[in-house]
């Protein structure tokens, strides 16, 4: 069976997956948006790191706006596709799905451009080794 979508398809690759729990939850029962964002960061960083051959580090966040929220016990999707590469850094589209509870329906949640910067062993900038 394949997962039922709202809002299109997700664009990008699947880089992580993670459950939301009761402890990232705010008063009214909705996981926080820094919980989310953290998961997008982690995401990023993995994918920077895929791409840059070593490591990378968040240089800046674009425009983050929650379309609707995360419930406990759905699965969040984190999916990010390369926009573009420069010559130290890149830009990714990260994009946050809902995979809700027991269920098939994926909902998009938000998304955003993360900038990483690629650095050498000493914390410079490096050029990202493509």
Same mark, same amino acid.
């Not at 010559?87 to 269920?103: F, G, H, I």
């Given at each position: 069976m394949t997962d039922e979508t709202t809002n299109g398809a997700p664009k990008g690759e699947l880089t $992580?997956? &993670?459950l939301a729990m009761p402890g990232d939850t705010n008063a009214a029962g909705d996981i926080f948006g820094g919980w989310v964002m953290a998961q997008m960061d982690l995401a990023s960083g993995i994918r920077? !790191?895929?791409i840059a051959g070593g490591?990378?580090? &968040?240089? !800046?966040?674009?425009?983050?706006?929650f379309a609707m929220p995360v419930k406990v016990g759905d699965t969040l999707c984190i999916y990010t596709? $390369?926009?573009?590469v420069g010559r130290t850094s890149m830009v990714l589209l990260v994009e946050a799905w809902a995979q809700r509870y027991l269920s098939h329906v994926m909902e998009k949640v938000t998304d955003a451009s993360f900038v990483m910067v690629a650095l050498d062993k000493n914390g410079k900038p490096t050029?990202?080794?493509r």
């Amino acid at each position: 069976m394949t997962d039922e979508t709202t809002n299109g398809a997700p664009k990008g690759e699947l880089t $992580l997956r &993670t459950l939301a729990m009761p402890g990232d939850t705010n008063a009214a029962g909705d996981i926080f948006g820094g919980w989310v964002m953290a998961q997008m960061d982690l995401a990023s960083g993995i994918r920077g !790191a895929e791409i840059a051959g070593g490591r990378v580090v &968040t240089a !800046a966040v674009n425009e983050m706006s929650f379309a609707m929220p995360v419930k406990v016990g759905d699965t969040l999707c984190i999916y990010t596709h $390369l926009e573009r590469v420069g010559r130290t850094s890149m830009v990714l589209l990260v994009e946050a799905w809902a995979q809700r509870y027991l269920s098939h329906v994926m909902e998009k949640v938000t998304d955003a451009s993360f900038v990483m910067v690629a650095l050498d062993k000493n914390g410079k900038p490096t050029p990202v080794q493509r």
